[in-house]
């Protein structure tokens, strides 16, 4: 995405690790302004491309040896700013003010109790309004130049601007929920304060990284790897309405998709009019994965026999010279963390000798969007409902939803599983109330009874959890007599299966997949 086409309306997030940044960074984005996060430590060379600028929150302490100390000779009294908990915490303790340990737990709920009456960031934002604080220290005197804005029962410079400058400076966090008029806040300084265009939208979006992407590669052949998901998919469509048959996809079948998932999804692709070569590749993954148990072994020869199936078949695309992903901005934002780059080495990066297809020019035309945004695109292009709407679904497949060691048979008993759990939510209206759903083949057998007969066959769990950006999650409280109607279903229909469990574990602590 070419940046530098919202002009006027470019705002700088530095990131102090909050886990609220990306939040932050969300609710902008929702109010069609373009936000790019960037570590406190590593500022944007051309900060003359942003409009205005908001300091996020951190689990550090301004008063601490670990505090973290941003250069903003650039940008304070320079830009309108907007300081969030730390952010505000930093410009007071640093700017002739006094930061010390708050009496009293500031967590939760607060409510105002006392607004000034001229302000533009409070304006139609009433007393007694809502709003979330989370920080153990407090403002006890404004930095020089500092009017108080807003205050609590126990909180008194929960808001407050340095005189003469836009800079503004909160002790509560805008973004989250719980702060009812916190988008208007957000709004207000985005609008009224710093006088940004709302122009980020999908349409200018498509519009402006189409003429990139064909400007970018030319005429020249692209290769992307489909998964079926929604990122892989969109990104196809993008490229695709970009430049046409110079897209060359290939979708590997590697064994362990969901019941029927091969054949209906490049039926789909066909449909959408994508130049799509599906690959067989099952009895390769399943043949390499055989006796392997361990959940990092198994993750690690998926990934690479897929480099292998896709480095074969990219070899049979003469000229290609660009790579497509799917990446999206929160693995741009992981690669960039306030704590340095991701630690994590992508196991096909430790095979020796990168592949030749790993070798090509990288085109990634949604790196800029979140998840949301990435829908949003792909309703834009005109995708399906049913392949926008389809839940997550991890990398290695359901080699990772079969506990041990994975078979053919264990796949094909937990496909049966899988289908009928998934059929049950679309049929009753549940499905799209579900950000993720699946079934987890136990490496157990249990007792059981059917008939006159004792049995002692397999156990699944079924997992349905709500979320926004998988980052945490909650179990869904489906009714008792859908789980009921499921589970007899499956004891029924999928012989090996004996007993079927819920899953209410949240995440944290418990992560959404098993392994």
Request: aromatic share 8%; charged share 25%; net charge negative.
């Amino acid at each position: 995405m070419n940046k530098n086409s919202f002009e006027g309306s470019r705002l700088l997030l530095l990131d102090f690790g909050s886990q609220y940044t990306q939040l932050i960074a969300r609710r902008v984005r929702e109010l069609n302004v373009y936000c790019e996060m960037h570590p406190y430590n590593h500022l944007p060379e051309n900060l003359d491309d942003f409009s205005a600028v908001i300091l996020s929150g951190s689990p550090y302490s301004v008063r601490s040896a670990e505090a973290l100390h941003p250069d903003l000779s650039a940008l304070k009294g320079k830009k309108p700013m907007l300081a969030v908990c730390y952010g505000a915490q930093y410009l007071a303790h640093f700017g002739g003010g006094k930061v010390a340990t708050s009496n009293i737990r500031e967590y939760g709920r607060a409510y105002l109790s006392y607004i000034e009456p001229t302000n533009l960031l409070f304006d139609g934002i009433d007393l007694d309004s809502q709003v979330w604080m989370s920080h153990s220290d407090t403002i006890k005197q404004l930095p020089t130049g500092g009017e108080c804005l807003a205050s609590t029962q126990d909180v008194e410079n929960a808001a407050y601007k340095i005189k003469g400058e836009d800079t503004y400076a909160i002790q509560f966090h805008p973004e989250v929920s719980h702060s009812t008029d916190g988008m208007k806040l957000l709004s207000n300084f985005l609008f009224k304060i710093a006088k940004l265009t709302p122009n980020w939208t999908s349409d200018n979006f498509v519009e402006m990284t189409v003429a990139q992407l064909k400007e970018q590669v030319g005429n020249e052949k692209v290769v992307l790897g489909l998964s079926g998901g929604v990122d892989s998919t969109v990104a196809a469509v993008l490229l695709h309405k970009a430049i046409g048959s110079q897209l060359h996809c290939i979708f590997v079948n590697n064994g362990l998709l969901r019941k029927n998932e091969f054949s209906n999804v490049l039926k789909q692709y066909e449909g959408m009019g994508l130049n799509v070569k599906g690959v067989d590749a099952s009895e390769r993954f399943l043949s390499a994965l055989a006796g392997k148990s361990d959940p990092e072994e198994k993750r690690k020869t998926i990934g690479r026999v897929f480099i292998e199936v896709f480095d074969d078949e990219a070899h049979k695309i003469t000229d290609a010279r660009w790579l497509g992903q799917g990446t999206i901005y929160p693995d741009v934002i992981e690669s960039l963390s306030v704590k340095g780059p991701s630690a994590t080495i992508k196991s096909h990066h430790n095979v020796g000798g990168l592949p030749d297809f790993m070798k090509l020019k990288v085109v990634e035309p949604l790196r800029m969007l979140f998840k949301d945004e990435v829908r949003r695109v792909g309703k834009t292009l005109g995708i399906a409902d049913e392949l926008l709407g389809r839940h997550p679904f991890p990398g290695p497949g359901l080699a990772i939803r079969i506990l041990g060691d994975v078979t053919a048979e264990k796949v094909a008993i937990l496909q049966e599983v899988d289908a009928i759990f998934i059929d049950a939510l679309k049929a009753n209206d549940l499905y799209n109330k579900v950000w993720q759903a699946g079934a987890i083949l136990l490496p157990i057998n249990s007792v059981g009874v059917m008939g006159d007969e004792r049995t002692y066959e397999k156990v699944v769990a079924l997992r349905a959890v709500e979320s926004v950006d998988g980052m945490t999650a909650d179990w869904v409280n489906l009714p008792y007599a859908f789980l009921q109607k499921v589970s007899n279903e499956i004891i029924n229909k999928v012989k090996g299966v004996n007993r079927v469990v819920y899953d209410i574990s949240s995440k944290p602590p418990a992560t959404i997949e098993w392994e």
